[in-house]
C-alpha cells in the first residue's frame, strides 16, 4: 500500500512538472512574440485575403452554433426517451451528436452532400436540386435534419455502447469461469 502512495506522488509531481514546464514554453513563446513586434510593428498587417479568411472562420463558427445546439436537443430528447434519466452521464454522447448534426449541415449547405448523391440518384433517374441558401424554408429543413441527426447519432451511440459493454461483460464473465 505505501508504495502505491509513492507512486500517486510521483505522478502527481511529474503532472505538476509538466504543467509549469507548459507555462514556462507559452511564456517564452508569448515574450518572444513581444519583444518581436516591438522591434518590427508592422509584422502584424495582414493581407486581405487574411482577413477575408479570419471572416469566413469567425462567420462559420457561429454559424456551427445553431445546428451544435439542435443536435444536443435532439440527443438529450432521444436519450430521455430511451430511459436514461441522466443526462449528464450522457453528456459526451449529446455534444458528439451535435458535432455529428454541424457536419450535416454544412455538408448539406455547401452542396457537397448532393454532389455525393447526384451521381447515384441519376442512375436512378431522380433529378434532385439544392437547398437554395436564401429560401426562408430551407432553415427549417436545416434545423430538422440537425434534429434528426442528432437523435440518430445518438441512438446509434448508445447502440455501440451497449454492444461494447455486452461483449466486455460476457469476456469478463468467461474469464471469471476458468479461474
Known amino acids: 500500500m505505501p508504495s502505491d502512495v509513492l507512486n500517486v506522488k510521483k505522478h502527481n509531481a511529474v503532472d505538476f512538472f509538466a504543467q509549469q514546464l507548459f507555462v514556462l514554453f507559452f511564456i517564452i513563446v508569448a515574450s518572444a512574440f513581444f519583444f518581436v513586434s516591438q522591434k518590427n510593428p508592422d509584422i502584424f498587417e495582414l493581407d486581405k485575403d487574411v482577413i477575408s479568411y479570419l471572416n469566413k ?8 452554433l445553431l445546428p451544435l ?36 449541415w454544412i455538408s448539406i449547405k455547401s452542396g457537397v452532400l448532393l454532389s455525393i448523391l447526384a451521381p447515384h440518384l441519376e442512375k436512378q433517374n431522380i433529378n434532385i436540386t439544392a437547398i437554395p441558401p436564401d429560401d426562408p424554408k430551407s432553415f427549417y429543413t436545416l434545423a430538422l435534419v440537425a434534429v434528426l441527426v442528432g437523435m440518430f447519432s445518438s441512438n446509434f451511440y448508445i ?11 460476457t469476456r469478463r464473465s468467461r474469464g471469471n469461469r476458468r479461474r
Do not use: P, R, Y
Not at 472562420?57 to 456551427?64: K, R
Not at 436514461?84 to 450535416?104: E, H, L, P, R, Y
Not at 447502440?159 to 461483460?169: D, H, S, Y
Open 57 to 64: 472562420f469567425v462567420n462559420l463558427a457561429l454559424l456551427s
Open 69 to 104: 445546439i439542435l443536435g444536443i436537443l435532439g440527443s438529450s430528447v432521444k436519450i430521455l426517451l430511451s430511459g436514461s434519466t441522466n443526462i449528464v452521464d450522457n453528456i459526451k454522447i449529446s455534444i458528439s451528436s451535435g458535432i455529428m448534426a454541424i457536419f450535416s
Open 159 to 169: 447502440f455501440m455502447l451497449t454492444k461494447v459493454e455486452q461483449a466486455t461483460n
